[in-house]
């Protein structure tokens, strides 16, 4: 089992910056995908980027792509997504998660976080 705890949500201005990390604890973290979804009030959760076991292959949605980069420290058992370009539409609760696979599809994803809020003002 993995617990996954995020850290680093606030609130940015739009253009600015912010970095979410997220803990995991457990001694097989390097077995697992990582995975950012989010989900803004009174939408479904999305998928926002996910990085493979080594950290080889990432995977953006179009929304972040050239603005989000994923990373992962399978040392420290930590997965981070640097955040850049920040708009209003990026306001949500990010949350990380941990699959088997690597897809885009939450359902796919067997452990969560709490989630952080990210809020973007414009």
């Known amino acids: 089992q993995v617990q996954l705890v995020e850290s680093g949500g606030g609130l940015v201005q739009a253009g600015g910056s912010l970095r979410l990390s997220c803990a995991a604890s457990?001694?097989?973290?390097?077995?697992?995908?990582m995975g950012w979804f989010r989900q803004a009030p009174g939408k479904e959760r999305e998928f926002v980027s996910a990085i493979s076991w080594r950290g080889v292959n990432t995977y953006y949605a179009d929304s972040v792509k050239g603005r989000f980069t994923i990373s992962r420290d399978n040392a420290k058992n930590t997965v981070s997504l640097q955040m850049n370009s920040l708009r209003p539409e990026d306001t949500a609760i990010y949350y990380c998660?941990?699959?088997?696979?690597?897809?885009?599809?939450?359902?796919?994803?067997?452990?969560w976080g709490q989630g952080t809020q990210v809020t973007v003002s414009s």
């Open positions: 457990g001694r097989t973290f390097s077995s697992y995908v």
């Open positions: 998660a941990a699959s088997e696979s690597m897809v885009q599809t939450s359902k796919m994803y067997l452990y």
